[in-house]
């Protein structure tokens, strides 16, 4: 049973450290789209027969993954003991801090992307008051 916890742990570390990419990709373009003000992912891309955006893509990415996360670590905690999972104390506390790094750095998209559209309202609002005169 152990060598089936240790393979569901290292899959939610894998998840959780692509999820930990996917936000690092849309830290960038988020980064890169307000210094420069545009999106360097509005390229189409085609995957299978769908047409995204980059960002779209990230995006879906993103909810795909967190989904993915979110459901193999119900069913670690549904599945095994404490006592279990004391035997992949390690890999666990691994978990635990990739977590954390994932709050983090959303906290950190979500502030950029925050500061991005006020940035964008003022300039629409600067473009109005200049379409009146």
Do not use: H, W
């Amino acid at each position: 049973m152990s060598t089936k916890l240790k393979a569901k742990v290292e899959l939610i570390i894998e998840v959780s450290r692509q999820l930990l990419s996917q936000l690092e990709l849309q830290k960038i373009n988020t980064i890169t789209s307000d210094k420069e003000n545009v999106l360097i992912d509005n390229l189409p891309i085609n995957v299978g027969d769908k047409n995204y955006s980059g960002e779209q893509l990230t995006n879906d990415a993103l909810v795909s993954l967190t989904s993915k996360r979110q459901s193999l670590l119900s069913q670690l905690f549904e599945t095994y003991t404490q006592a279990e999972l004391a035997v992949e104390l390690a890999s666990i506390n691994e978990i635990v801090l990739l977590d954390s790094q994932l709050i983090a750095l959303s906290q950190n998209n979500k502030l950029a992307l925050t500061q991005q559209i006020v940035k964008l309202k003022k300039s629409s609002k600067v473009r109005d008051l200049y379409n009146k005169y």
